[in-house]
C-alpha cells in the first residue's frame, strides 16, 4: 500500500507540474497575441500619422495659398481706391 500512495503522491505531483506547465504555455500563447495586437494597432497608427501628415501639409498649402489671394485682393482693392480718390480728386471744385 505505501508503495501506492508514494505513486499516488508522483502522479499528484506530476499532474501540478503539468498543470503550471499548461498554463506557462497559455501565458506565452497570450503574450504572443498581444504583442501581435499591439504591433498592429502600432501599424495602424503609423498609418493615421502618414494620413494627417499628408493632409497637414494640404491645409497648410491652401492656407498659404489663401494668404496669397488676400494679399493679391487687397492689392487690388488699395489701387481701386487710389483712382477713385484720384477721379474724386481731379473732379473737385477748385
Do not use: C, W, Y
Amino acid at each position: 500500500m505505501a508503495g501506492i500512495e508514494k505513486l499516488d503522491e508522483a502522479f499528484q505531483r506530476f499532474e501540478a507540474a503539468l498543470r503550471r506547465f499548461e498554463d506557462a504555455v497559455g501565458k506565452t500563447v497570450e503574450g504572443k497575441s498581444r504583442m501581435a495586437e499591439l504591433e498592429s494597432e502600432a501599424e495602424s497608427l503609423r498609418k493615421d500619422k502618414t494620413r494627417l501628415t499628408q493632409e497637414l501639409d494640404l491645409v497648410r498649402t491652401k492656407a498659404g495659398e489663401l494668404a496669397d489671394t488676400g494679399k493679391n485682393a487687397a492689392g487690388k482693392i488699395d489701387a481701386a481706391m487710389s483712382r477713385i480718390r484720384a477721379v474724386l480728386h481731379s473732379n473737385a471744385p477748385e
